[in-house]
Protein backbone atom coordinates (compact mmCIF):
# COMPACT_ATOMS: atom_id res chain seq x y z
CA UNK A 1 0.00 0.00 0.00
CA UNK A 2 1.50 3.06 -0.71
CA UNK A 3 -0.29 5.25 1.54
CA UNK A 4 -2.12 4.91 5.26
CA UNK A 5 -5.90 3.78 4.24
CA UNK A 6 -8.84 4.43 6.48
CA UNK A 7 -10.68 1.55 7.43
CA UNK A 8 -14.47 0.93 8.60
CA UNK A 9 -15.06 -1.86 10.50
CA UNK A 10 -18.85 -3.25 11.64
CA UNK A 11 -19.38 -5.76 13.90
CA UNK A 12 -22.91 -6.27 16.14
CA UNK A 13 -20.30 -6.69 19.24
CA UNK A 14 -16.72 -5.29 20.36
CA UNK A 15 -14.89 -6.18 23.14
CA UNK A 16 -15.42 -5.38 25.80
CA UNK A 17 -18.97 -5.61 24.53
CA UNK A 18 -19.21 -9.06 23.16
CA UNK A 19 -19.57 -12.56 23.78
CA UNK A 20 -17.59 -14.52 21.00
CA UNK A 21 -14.87 -15.22 18.52
CA UNK A 22 -16.04 -12.57 16.24
CA UNK A 23 -15.33 -9.53 18.21
CA UNK A 24 -11.79 -10.65 19.20
CA UNK A 25 -11.21 -11.30 15.18
CA UNK A 26 -12.18 -7.56 14.61
CA UNK A 27 -10.40 -6.27 17.83
CA UNK A 28 -7.26 -7.87 16.54
CA UNK A 29 -7.80 -6.95 12.74
CA UNK A 30 -8.64 -3.47 13.60
CA UNK A 31 -5.59 -3.40 16.11
CA UNK A 32 -3.43 -5.11 13.61
CA UNK A 33 -3.93 -2.45 10.41
CA UNK A 34 -3.39 0.51 13.61
CA UNK A 35 -0.20 -0.09 14.33
CA UNK A 36 0.62 -0.70 10.44
CA UNK A 37 -0.29 3.10 10.49
CA UNK A 38 -3.96 2.85 9.13
CA UNK A 39 -7.02 4.68 10.37
CA UNK A 40 -9.45 2.33 11.30
CA UNK A 41 -13.11 3.23 12.47
CA UNK A 42 -14.89 0.72 14.39
CA UNK A 43 -19.02 0.37 14.77
CA UNK A 44 -20.98 -2.01 17.37
CA UNK A 45 -24.08 -1.75 18.72
CA UNK A 46 -24.09 -1.52 23.06
CA UNK A 47 -27.81 -1.65 23.17
CA UNK A 48 -27.37 -5.04 21.45
CA UNK A 49 -24.93 -6.32 23.75
CA UNK A 50 -27.57 -5.11 26.68
CA UNK A 51 -30.14 -6.92 25.15
CA UNK A 52 -28.05 -9.91 25.40
CA UNK A 53 -26.17 -9.12 28.44
CA UNK A 54 -28.94 -7.55 30.43
CA UNK A 55 -25.49 -5.35 31.98
CA UNK A 56 -22.20 -3.72 31.22
CA UNK A 57 -19.61 -5.79 31.17
CA UNK A 58 -16.92 -5.67 34.02
CA UNK A 59 -13.57 -6.56 31.60
CA UNK A 60 -11.67 -4.27 29.66
CA UNK A 61 -9.98 -4.00 26.44
CA UNK A 62 -7.75 -1.57 24.91
CA UNK A 63 -7.35 -0.04 21.32
CA UNK A 64 -4.29 1.41 19.32
CA UNK A 65 -4.52 5.06 19.02
CA UNK A 66 -5.47 4.43 15.45
CA UNK A 67 -8.99 3.41 16.15
CA UNK A 68 -12.09 5.14 17.43
CA UNK A 69 -14.78 3.21 18.37
CA UNK A 70 -18.23 4.23 18.09
CA UNK A 71 -20.65 2.26 20.64
CA UNK A 72 -24.18 2.64 18.88
CA UNK A 73 -27.24 3.33 21.44
CA UNK A 74 -30.16 5.22 21.34
CA UNK A 75 -32.94 6.34 23.75
CA UNK A 76 -35.18 3.00 22.58
CA UNK A 77 -32.52 0.58 24.34
CA UNK A 78 -33.27 -2.90 23.77
CA UNK A 79 -35.90 -1.80 21.08
CA UNK A 80 -33.51 -0.93 18.89
CA UNK A 81 -32.17 -4.45 18.16
CA UNK A 82 -35.48 -5.81 17.76
CA UNK A 83 -36.72 -3.75 15.58
CA UNK A 84 -33.82 -4.17 13.30
CA UNK A 85 -34.32 -7.99 13.80
CA UNK A 86 -37.28 -7.73 12.52
CA UNK A 87 -37.26 -4.86 9.66
CA UNK A 88 -33.60 -5.63 8.62
CA UNK A 89 -33.54 -2.00 8.69
CA UNK A 90 -30.94 -0.25 11.36
CA UNK A 91 -34.13 2.18 11.98
CA UNK A 92 -33.19 4.03 15.52
CA UNK A 93 -29.82 3.59 14.74
CA UNK A 94 -29.97 4.98 10.84
CA UNK A 95 -29.11 8.51 12.25
CA UNK A 96 -26.07 7.92 13.76
CA UNK A 97 -24.90 5.32 11.52
CA UNK A 98 -25.36 8.01 8.78
CA UNK A 99 -23.21 10.49 10.21
CA UNK A 100 -20.31 8.40 10.62
CA UNK A 101 -20.65 7.35 6.98
CA UNK A 102 -20.11 10.76 5.90
CA UNK A 103 -16.44 9.92 6.38
CA UNK A 104 -14.67 8.95 3.32
CA UNK A 105 -13.59 5.60 3.98
CA UNK A 106 -10.97 3.59 1.67
CA UNK A 107 -12.90 0.25 2.76
CA UNK A 108 -15.85 -0.86 4.44
CA UNK A 109 -15.22 -4.28 6.39
CA UNK A 110 -18.89 -6.13 6.84
CA UNK A 111 -18.40 -8.58 10.03
CA UNK A 112 -20.95 -9.89 12.23
CA UNK A 113 -24.11 -7.33 11.08
CA UNK A 114 -27.32 -9.47 12.37
CA UNK A 115 -28.57 -6.59 14.28
CA UNK A 116 -27.73 -4.01 12.10
CA UNK A 117 -29.49 -5.56 9.53
CA UNK A 118 -28.92 -6.07 5.86
CA UNK A 119 -29.89 -2.32 4.68
CA UNK A 120 -26.14 -1.26 6.34
CA UNK A 121 -24.32 -3.27 3.51
CA UNK A 122 -26.11 0.05 1.21
CA UNK A 123 -24.53 2.52 3.26
CA UNK A 124 -21.18 4.39 2.71
CA UNK A 125 -18.87 4.36 -0.17
CA UNK A 126 -16.05 2.48 -0.73
CA UNK A 127 -14.46 -0.79 -1.27
CA UNK A 128 -16.66 -3.08 0.58
CA UNK A 129 -15.59 -6.73 2.41
CA UNK A 130 -18.13 -9.07 4.25
CA UNK A 131 -16.20 -11.63 6.41
CA UNK A 132 -18.67 -15.02 6.42
CA UNK A 133 -17.32 -15.34 10.26
CA UNK A 134 -20.75 -17.03 11.21
CA UNK A 135 -24.32 -18.13 8.82
CA UNK A 136 -26.37 -15.19 9.43
CA UNK A 137 -27.02 -14.83 5.64
CA UNK A 138 -28.31 -18.44 5.43
CA UNK A 139 -29.86 -18.72 9.11
CA UNK A 140 -31.37 -17.01 11.45
CA UNK A 141 -30.18 -17.98 14.19
CA UNK A 142 -26.85 -17.98 13.26
CA UNK A 143 -24.79 -21.08 14.00
CA UNK A 144 -27.29 -23.57 11.17
CA UNK A 145 -27.56 -25.70 14.41
CA UNK A 146 -31.34 -26.82 13.51
CA UNK A 147 -33.86 -27.33 16.41
CA UNK A 148 -30.80 -26.69 18.77
CA UNK A 149 -30.21 -30.52 18.47
CA UNK A 150 -28.20 -31.17 15.41
CA UNK A 151 -26.27 -29.48 12.36
CA UNK A 152 -29.07 -28.22 9.95
CA UNK A 153 -28.62 -30.01 6.19
CA UNK A 154 -32.53 -29.51 5.42
CA UNK A 155 -33.76 -25.97 6.62
CA UNK A 156 -37.05 -25.49 8.75
CA UNK A 157 -36.19 -21.83 9.59
CA UNK A 158 -39.50 -20.43 10.66
CA UNK A 159 -40.05 -23.29 13.18
CA UNK A 160 -36.21 -23.46 14.29
CA UNK A 161 -36.43 -19.80 15.44
CA UNK A 162 -39.50 -20.21 17.78
CA UNK A 163 -37.26 -23.47 19.13
CA UNK A 164 -34.88 -20.52 19.59
CA UNK A 165 -37.41 -18.40 21.29
CA UNK A 166 -36.60 -15.81 18.62
CA UNK A 167 -39.55 -14.05 16.37
CA UNK A 168 -39.54 -15.18 13.06
CA UNK A 169 -37.34 -12.24 10.30
CA UNK A 170 -40.26 -11.53 8.02
CA UNK A 171 -37.65 -9.29 5.90
CA UNK A 172 -35.66 -12.85 4.87
CA UNK A 173 -38.98 -13.46 2.74
CA UNK A 174 -38.51 -10.10 0.98
CA UNK A 175 -35.60 -9.31 -1.68
CA UNK A 176 -33.88 -7.16 0.69
CA UNK A 177 -30.76 -9.73 1.25
CA UNK A 178 -30.67 -10.14 -1.84
CA UNK A 179 -30.42 -6.92 -3.12
CA UNK A 180 -28.43 -5.76 -0.04
CA UNK A 181 -25.75 -8.67 -1.03
CA UNK A 182 -25.36 -6.59 -4.34
CA UNK A 183 -23.15 -4.10 -2.43
CA UNK A 184 -20.52 -6.54 -1.55
CA UNK A 185 -17.13 -6.66 -3.88
CA UNK A 186 -16.20 -9.69 -2.07
CA UNK A 187 -17.26 -12.09 0.30
CA UNK A 188 -14.33 -13.34 2.64
CA UNK A 189 -14.24 -17.19 4.17
CA UNK A 190 -12.20 -17.77 6.86
CA UNK A 191 -12.35 -21.82 5.89
CA UNK A 192 -13.27 -23.87 2.63
CA UNK A 193 -16.12 -25.37 4.91
CA UNK A 194 -17.48 -22.39 5.59
CA UNK A 195 -16.90 -21.28 1.73
CA UNK A 196 -18.70 -24.86 0.52
CA UNK A 197 -21.54 -24.81 3.61
CA UNK A 198 -22.81 -20.85 2.13
CA UNK A 199 -22.57 -22.28 -1.27
CA UNK A 200 -24.68 -25.67 -0.48
CA UNK A 201 -27.55 -23.11 0.90
CA UNK A 202 -27.77 -21.14 -2.40
CA UNK A 203 -26.12 -17.85 -1.38
CA UNK A 204 -24.58 -17.08 -4.75
CA UNK A 205 -21.92 -14.12 -3.91
CA UNK A 206 -18.13 -13.79 -5.14
CA UNK A 207 -16.38 -15.59 -2.17
CA UNK A 208 -12.60 -15.85 -1.38
CA UNK A 209 -10.93 -18.00 1.15
CA UNK A 210 -8.70 -16.05 3.47
CA UNK A 211 -7.76 -18.03 6.94
CA UNK A 212 -7.46 -15.99 10.21
CA UNK A 213 -4.52 -14.80 11.67
CA UNK A 214 -3.17 -14.68 15.28
CA UNK A 215 -1.04 -11.13 16.64
CA UNK A 216 2.68 -12.10 15.85
CA UNK A 217 4.33 -10.76 19.26
CA UNK A 218 3.18 -12.20 22.49
CA UNK A 219 2.31 -9.49 25.20
CA UNK A 220 3.68 -11.15 27.87
CA UNK A 221 5.89 -13.73 29.16
CA UNK A 222 5.22 -16.79 30.85
CA UNK A 223 4.12 -17.39 33.90
CA UNK A 224 4.64 -20.56 34.76
CA UNK A 225 2.73 -23.37 35.55
CA UNK A 226 -1.39 -23.08 35.86
CA UNK A 227 -2.01 -26.36 37.42
CA UNK A 228 -0.23 -29.01 39.47
CA UNK A 229 -2.14 -31.54 37.78
CA UNK A 230 -1.85 -32.29 33.83
CA UNK A 231 -4.85 -31.02 32.20
CA UNK A 232 -7.02 -30.43 29.11
CA UNK A 233 -8.49 -27.48 28.25
CA UNK A 234 -11.56 -25.94 26.58
CA UNK A 235 -11.98 -22.19 26.22
CA UNK A 236 -15.17 -20.83 24.39
CA UNK A 237 -19.05 -20.04 25.15
CA UNK A 238 -20.87 -23.10 27.32
CA UNK A 239 -23.53 -23.84 24.66
CA UNK A 240 -24.87 -26.56 23.56
CA UNK A 241 -23.80 -26.38 20.17
CA UNK A 242 -19.96 -26.46 21.70
CA UNK A 243 -20.41 -30.00 22.69
CA UNK A 244 -18.59 -30.26 26.45
CA UNK A 245 -21.63 -31.78 27.27
CA UNK A 246 -20.18 -35.36 25.06
CA UNK A 247 -16.73 -34.46 27.26
CA UNK A 248 -17.74 -34.10 30.85
CA UNK A 249 -18.75 -37.74 31.22
CA UNK A 250 -15.10 -39.22 29.83
CA UNK A 251 -13.34 -37.19 32.81
CA UNK A 252 -15.75 -38.29 35.17
CA UNK A 253 -14.21 -42.00 35.29
CA UNK A 254 -10.45 -40.46 33.99
CA UNK A 255 -8.10 -39.33 36.60
CA UNK A 256 -5.08 -39.26 35.22
CA UNK A 257 -5.64 -35.73 34.41
CA UNK A 258 -8.17 -32.83 34.96
CA UNK A 259 -10.47 -30.64 32.77
CA UNK A 260 -10.52 -27.27 32.65
CA UNK A 261 -13.46 -25.43 31.13
CA UNK A 262 -12.84 -21.58 30.05
CA UNK A 263 -15.59 -19.77 29.61
CA UNK A 264 -19.43 -18.83 30.31
CA UNK A 265 -22.39 -18.99 29.15
CA UNK A 266 -26.85 -19.98 29.09
CA UNK A 267 -25.42 -24.25 29.40
CA UNK A 268 -22.71 -23.41 32.21
CA UNK A 269 -25.60 -24.82 34.86
CA UNK A 270 -26.45 -27.66 32.63
CA UNK A 271 -22.99 -28.52 32.37
CA UNK A 272 -22.14 -27.83 36.50
CA UNK A 273 -24.91 -30.31 36.86
CA UNK A 274 -23.92 -32.90 34.62
CA UNK A 275 -20.18 -32.59 36.22
CA UNK A 276 -21.52 -33.31 39.44
CA UNK A 277 -18.83 -31.25 41.45
CA UNK A 278 -16.24 -33.58 40.26
CA UNK A 279 -13.15 -31.56 41.67
CA UNK A 280 -11.79 -32.70 38.15
CA UNK A 281 -13.56 -30.99 36.27
CA UNK A 282 -12.70 -27.19 37.31
CA UNK A 283 -15.31 -24.27 35.74
CA UNK A 284 -12.90 -21.18 35.67
CA UNK A 285 -15.17 -18.55 34.04
CA UNK A 286 -14.19 -15.87 31.93
CA UNK A 287 -10.13 -15.78 30.82
CA UNK A 288 -8.47 -13.95 28.34
CA UNK A 289 -5.04 -11.79 28.14
CA UNK A 290 -1.87 -13.25 30.05
CA UNK A 291 -3.77 -16.34 32.05
CA UNK A 292 -5.25 -17.72 29.16
CA UNK A 293 -2.14 -17.98 27.30
CA UNK A 294 -0.88 -19.97 30.10
CA UNK A 295 -3.93 -22.46 29.88
CA UNK A 296 -2.79 -22.79 26.41
CA UNK A 297 0.85 -23.52 26.81
CA UNK A 298 0.65 -25.53 29.81
CA UNK A 299 -2.16 -27.71 28.34
CA UNK A 300 -1.60 -31.04 27.40
CA UNK A 301 -4.06 -30.73 24.77
CA UNK A 302 -7.26 -28.33 23.92
CA UNK A 303 -10.24 -29.61 23.75
CA UNK A 304 -12.64 -28.80 20.54
CA UNK A 305 -16.04 -30.79 20.61
CA UNK A 306 -18.37 -28.94 18.65
CA UNK A 307 -20.97 -30.68 17.49
CA UNK A 308 -22.57 -28.10 15.28
CA UNK A 309 -21.18 -26.60 11.60
CA UNK A 310 -18.39 -24.25 13.24
CA UNK A 311 -16.84 -21.61 10.58
CA UNK A 312 -13.40 -22.00 11.62
CA UNK A 313 -12.82 -21.17 15.25
CA UNK A 314 -10.30 -19.15 16.39
CA UNK A 315 -9.47 -21.58 19.71
CA UNK A 316 -7.12 -24.47 17.61
CA UNK A 317 -5.09 -21.80 15.67
CA UNK A 318 -4.17 -19.60 19.40
CA UNK A 319 -3.54 -22.99 21.01
CA UNK A 320 -1.18 -23.74 17.54
CA UNK A 321 0.38 -20.48 17.94
CA UNK A 322 1.24 -21.09 21.67
CA UNK A 323 2.90 -24.12 21.19
CA UNK A 324 5.26 -22.16 17.83
CA UNK A 325 5.68 -19.49 20.21
CA UNK A 326 7.22 -22.22 22.85
CA UNK A 327 9.17 -23.79 20.20
CA UNK A 328 10.90 -20.70 18.52
Known sequence: MD??????????????????????????????????????????????????????????????????????????????P?????????????????????????????HNISLFGPKILQYGEGIKLYSLLEYWLVCPTHPLFRFNRAPCTQPHCFACSLVYKRP???????????????????????????????????????????????????????????????????VGRLEKLKGLQT????????????LLIAGTGDYEPRLKKLAGGNDRIRFLGYVSGARLEDLYRNAVAVIVPSICFDVYPLVPIEALFEDLQEAV
Not at 183 to 210: Q, V, Y
Request: overall charge positive; glycine content about 4%; hydrophobic content about 35%.
Open 82 to 110: LATQQTGYPLFKSDRLLEIFKKRFDVIHY
Open 3 to 80: RPLHFCMINTFYPPYSFGGDAIFVHRLSNELAKRGHKVDVIHCIDSYRLGARHDPVTRYDDHPNVTVHGIRSRFGFLS
Open 168 to 234: PQWWRYSSLLENSVKHIDTFIAPSRFTENIHRRFGLKIPIIHLPYFVPSIRATKPSGKTSEKPYFLF
Open 247 to 258: VIPIFQHYEKAE
